[in-house]
Structures are given as C-alpha cells and as structure tokens.
C-alpha cells in the first residue's frame, strides 16, 4: 500500500486523500501517536475573523517541535504506518521541509540573552553600525542599548520593543528597520498625535526624503521606502448617513437611527445600516485602509503597541491583517492592567500558525483567537476578582510567571531608566514621589455626600429591580456605562466641585486641590520652573485653564485635551519646552497627554485626579521624566481624603505591583509607597470591574479609617 504526504507551509503534513485520511488502519496508527486530533482553528484574513472545526491527521510543526521530534522520519505515526508495510511516498521532501522549520523554530526559540551573543547577532550589529555608527544627521549619537535593540530587530525580525517611556523606541526602531537591506517597503502604524515624533526622527536620521503619509489606498503603491499610517485611517471605515428627509439637513448616525423603516415600516434593527427590503441609511461608505492591503510590505511597525489588546476591536483586527516577515511592536507598557494583556500583542508578533501551551497540565491551547485568548488569561492571568478596597487581598493579576517570562525571553527587549546600565548611559534623575492627602472644604464634603448618596439610591433600587426580574426570570440590565457615568460623577465631585450644579458658589474658602496648585505655582514660578498638571476629565482640564491662567502675572496657563487641534498643541508643547517662553504650566487630560510628547522643562508634575489605568499615570509623569531631563522632577499625587480618590488609588497600586512582576519581575515596593504619603490616611489595594468596585465602595466606604497601613 503507498500513502502520499502532502505539506502544508504553514501546518505541517498530512495525507493527501481522504480516502486514505478515512481508512480505519489509518486513523488507527495516527491516533497511536496523538497526530489525529480535532483541531479548532481560528482564521484571521485581512482582519476578519472565523471559527471553524475541521478533522484532519496533521502532523503539525507545534506539535513536533513540542514533541522534540529531530526527524520526522522518526515520528510515532510514520513508523507505525511503515511497520504495517505502507509505503510513503514524500518522507525525504518532508523530512527536508521539516529541517528547515525546526531551524526556524530552534532559532526562534532562543532567548534574546543567549542570542546577544552568537556571530549572527555580531552580523546583523555590523549593519546597523554601517549605517547609523557615527555621527547622526542631528549631531547625535546612539547609545549602546539602541544599538542592542536595533540589531536584535535585524537579525530576529520579531521584536517587542519595551524600552521604557522616554529611552527612544521610535529612534531604535527606525534604525533597526531601514538597517536590514531586505525591508525594502516598510509599514509603520501609529497615532496621528504622534506623527510629529515619527517625522522628527526621520529628519534627525537623514530619512526626511524617504517617507510617505498614507491617506487613501493610491498611496500604498508609493515608491517610497517607509509608509506612516494613523491607527484612525489604518482601522476605521468612514461613513457619510443619508439625510433623514429631503427638507432637513438633519442626518442619520450610529446612535440615531430610525425607529421604523421609512421604505416599508419595519421597526428597524438596533445597531444596523440596512433594513430587510433593503433600505439603507448610508449614503456613502469608504473602507478602513487595511482592507487594500497586499503582500508588498517587507517590515511593519506598531506603535503603542498596547493598544491592540482587545481582539474584538477593529483596531486589533485591522493589525493582525499584517503579515509581514518582520514585525516590531513598541510599547513602554505592554501590559496596562496584567498578564492578559499582552495575548494579542503577541500573538502578532509570533505569527498565526504559533500556539501557546499550558504549562501545568502540558495540553496545547487549542485555538487562536478568542478561545486562545481566555486559554491564555487562565493561565497566566491570576485571579479574577479580589476586594477592592481591603489591603489585606492584594492579589496578583499574573500567574506561572516563570512560563511567562520564559516567553517574553525570545521576543521582547526589556530597558528601564532605574538600570544601572541606564542610568549611567542616560543620567536620567530619579524622581521624587509625594502622595498627598488633602482634606475636603466644608463645601465640598456637603457635595461628595450628595452625590455619594444619589449614587447609592440609584444602585439599590437597580438591585431591587434585578432582584424582580430575577424572581420573574426576566433579564433586568443595568450597564457598565451607567456605572461608570455616575463613578465620573464622584470623580468630579472630588476633584472639580465648582463645576457641580450644587456647589456652594458663595463658599469662601477655595477647593482644597485647587488651593494646594496655586500655592504650588508660587513655589515654582519662584524658583523659575515649570511645571505639569493631569487630569483625566476634558471638563477639569478646560476649567483648571481658565482658573489658573492669569493667577501669577508672567507665569502663562495652556491646557491641551483631545479638542484641542493639532496645530494649536504643537504650538503650546513647542512655547513649553523653550526656557525662555513664558508658557510655564500645561494642564493635559491623562488620555491626550500621556504618550509620545518629550515635556522635559517640566520639574515638578501634578496628578490632579487619577485613572483606572495605573501605567496611564506612569505614562504621564514619563513626559517630563525621560530622555534630555537633568533635574529631580517632582511628582505630587493628589488624594482627597474620604473620596474616591482613595479607592483609585488602592486600584492603581494593585494594578502597578501586578504588571510590574508580569513584565520586569518584581513587585511594587509597598514600603517605599508609604514613606511617600504626607497627610492622614491611607490607601489599600484591589482590582477592577466596574460594577464590583461600585458595589464594594459603597458597602465599604471610603473612609480612611477603614483602610489598613500599608508597609
């Protein structure tokens, strides 16, 4: 009897007939040696993504390479099959395909440490040196580390680039790409706030004349060597709504769509564009860029890479379309909230056909996609819920670290400016943490008990009537977004009162935090220095502005929030970073503010109120606290006392300790923490789920007593 192996690129091999795959003798020998088994695979085509269950007896590369098969001639199945006298026609071209992938794969597999070391590191070090080893266009030098990471992006071709926030990835990564002779066409995907950086960079290496901005699909067919995209142009499809009658200039749009169908009376599906007879609501739709993307591109690179940790996103979908040989990922937060955020990022990074394996039971995650996804999160990810508030349940969001780290050896290139070898490269000061507690005017007690107890009202009687529905076996929905509609609210009431309907207007003494800036402004424009404030609200930012502008003859206020236009930010961030403009505070929204802008005249940073996301606020402060900074910034933490604030914080130093032993190893240091508190209280530790962290707030309290020293 002969059998034909076929090869799949991608897979591995298989037998080509399904007489043959059929065969009882067949599914016998291969189920001696596990090679027949359901493989639950996930596509990913330009983006888009589709289940399917298909039988087949692959004998897949993952598996073997699992397995440390050395030949494949020496599988279980192959001799089985040859044992029963079948003959197979194929073995020598598989067994020379399967060498060259288990060279891939060896290679792939060995850490960056060990790698650093080899000849083919030295090789690929001599062609960034060549072209990049002197003086720089701009005078400048690279520093060894970039060097490093430059070199690792040409001789391993994948790369998650987590240099810390202000050490340079946006350099070292143009480096490293136009270095390799092979990336003729380069893609490079990035926030349209951070062009600026992008087009700096290119100007300061000599590459001013070899970049193109895509903004339609005619523009991927450029001659030129590098390829800027925004995520929005890259991801987002554009739709123009029809007019909603002849008469009115009024349009249709996502959240205002008709109740019936003006063509045949239906009532109108939610969330749909199209009616059942046909009737539509657009009147012209233009396709995200991605959906014209060909095989040209040699390299691609992701900025904030951070951003595509959600599957569902089109954002994700649009990047895991990219299929290119090289691929670099940059972001100085890989992991914002835990371990699981980093299952995306790398699964681009590693390549479709790449699958993640349990390390406690031995098993093979079974599918890629969302399935893979919740695999990953259940082994790496830690617990799923703790208390939020009680400092006692300081839970790790991280599990079977060594797995873990062992993966992110082989792919990511890891620096942070509290390195020795850093910090004597970069000099970059340590800055000094002050985490303030400050007291509640009479006022604004009377305003956060209102609003407190309004909250607490609207949640019981939302239990109440779940409880009814539960009891009728009826669904009773009470959204995330209502919840987190009434959490802002607090917020607000904690940090910007006066904007509050109910505020005292006549109280006579100012708000505590707004009393602690100008004070702070005094100090500072006495000493002739700048400084930055964040906040996480549009609303606090305009207000601060406006407040505090004109407060110090001399000593000017701007303020940038996403409204904010492009050129009128480019404006004030130039004005902040002259020392002899008198632009010397800059209040931003955490959301605009945090990434990408070198803000280094700063020497002092205030954080106004805080955000959920505990790497946004290192994000932040790293404005001022990066790369060109030759003085001690001083970064002030503001906490009202008996508030949310605290609750946030106990949430930003739960979510802190967890990533920071997911990816640099160590945890948050809790007794440094506490020698930087000033004022009474304190904050304990917890996790996040929006309804959960209202729940237990309110059960709780936020009061300082309730909460346990920390240290």
């Known amino acids: 009897m002969k ?68 030949s494949i001639k020496e599988q279980g199945a192959i001799k089985t099959l040859q044992n029963y006298g079948v003959e197979i026609e194929g073995l020598d071209e598989a067994e020379r395909i399967y060498q060259i992938q288990k060279k891939r794969h060896d290679f792939m597999g060995i850490p960056l440490a060990t790698y650093i070391d080899s000849e083919h590191f030295n090789k690929a070090k001599e062609k960034v040196l060549a072209k990049y080893g002197g003086i720089l266009p701009d005078g400048s030098n690279l520093f060894s580390y970039q060097v490093e990471c430059a070199s690792l992006i040409v001789g391993r071709r994948r790369l998650l680039n987590a240099l810390d926030m202000g050490l340079g990835k946006t350099r070292t990564t143009i480096v490293g790409l136009t270095s390799d002779p092979r990336n003729k066409k380069i893609l490079i995907v990035t926030m ?5 950086d992008w087009e700096n960079e290119f100007k300061s290496l000599g590459l001013a004349d070899e970049y193109v901005i895509l903004k339609k699909p005619m523009d991927m067919k450029s001659k030129k060597r590098i390829h800027l995209v925004s995520y929005e142009s890259w991801a987002d499809e554009t739709i123009k709504f029809r007019k909603k009658d002849n008469k009115s200039n009024k349009r249709y749009g996502k959240k205002d769509l008709p109740y019936r169908c003006p063509a045949c009376s239906r009532i109108w599906n939610e969330d749909k564009y199209f009616c059942e007879c046909g009737e539509t609501v657009i009147e012209k739709r233009k396709k995200a860029l991605y959906k014209y993307l060909d095989k040209s591109y040699d390299a691609a690179a992701i900025d904030e890479g951070h951003f595509i940790k959600n599957g569902e996103t089109a954002r994700c979908k649009s990047i895991m379309a990219i299929k290119t040989k090289t691929r670099v990922l940059l972001s100085g937060t890989p992991a914002e909230n835990g371990a699981s955020d980093l299952f995306w990022p790398l699964a681009w990074l590693m390549g479709d056909s790449h699958h993640f394996w349990n390390k406690v039971d031995l098993t093979k995650f079974e599918a890629y996609g969302n399935f893979g ?9 830690g617990v799923s819920k703790v208390a939020l508030v009680d400092s006692s349940s300081i839970s790790k969001r991280t599990s079977n670290e060594k797995a873990l780290w062992a993966m992110q050896d082989i792919i990511m290139y890891r620096k942070l400016k509290k390195d020795p070898e850093i910090e004597r490269t970069i000099r970059v000061p340590k800055p000094t943490h002050i985490r303030l507690h400050l007291e509640q005017t009479d006022a604004e007690k009377e305003l956060y008990k209102k609003v407190l107890a309004d909250f607490s ?86 207000e601060l502005g406006s407040l505090l502008d004109a407060y110090i003859p001399g000593y000017e206020v701007g303020y940038i929030h996403g409204g904010v236009p492009m050129s009128r930010r480019f404006e004030l961030l130039t004005r902040f970073q002259d020392e002899e403009d008198p632009l010397s505070v800059l209040i931003m929204t955490m959301k605009t503010g945090a990434e990408s802008y070198t803000l280094t005249q700063a020497k002092s940073v205030i954080l106004h109120d805080l955000d959920y996301n505990a790497k946004k606020i290192e994000q932040c402060y790293s404005r001022a606290v990066r790369l060109g900074q030759k003085e001690v910034v001083e970064i002030t933490w503001l906490i009202s006392v008996d508030t949310i604030d605290a609750n946030m914080h106990s949430l930003i130093l739960s979510k802190q300790s967890s990533v920071d032993l997911a990816i640099d190893r160590q945890e948050l240091d809790f007794a440094q923490v506490a020698k930087e508190f000033e004022g009474q209280g304190i904050s304990g530790v917890g996790s996040l789920d929006y309804e959960e962290f209202a729940k237990e707030m309110l059960s709780r309290g936020t009061s300082r007593n309730q909460y346990e020293n920390v240290g």
């Open 3 to 70: 059998m034909k192996l076929k090869t799949n690129k991608n897979e591995g091999f298989a037998f080509q007939n399904k007489e043959d795959l059929n065969s009882n003798l067949i599914q016998l020998s291969l189920l001696s040696s596990v090679g027949l088994h359901k493989h639950y695979h996930m596509e990913l085509l330009r983006g888009s993504t589709r289940d399917r269950r298909r039988k087949k007896s692959y004998l897949t590369y993952d598996l073997l390479h699992h397995e440390n098969v050395e």
């Open 192 to 196: 349209s706030r951070n062009f600026c």
């Open 373 to 381: 996804k919740r695999c990953f999160n259940h082994v790496y990810g």
């Open 457 to 542: 009202q609207w949640y019981n009687e939302t239990l109440r009537q779940r409880k009814l529905a539960s009891s009728r076996e009826e669904s009773y929905k009470s959204t995330t977004i209502e919840i987190c509609g009434w959490l802002d609210k607090l917020r607000l009431a904690a940090s910007c009162p006066w904007i509050h309907e109910d505020y005292a207007k006549n109280a006579v003494v100012p708000p505590s935090k707004l009393t602690f800036i100008r004070e702070k402004m005094q100090q500072e424009a006495r000493l002739k220095r700048k400084m930055l404030i964040f906040t996480a609200h549009k609303k606090t930012c305009e």
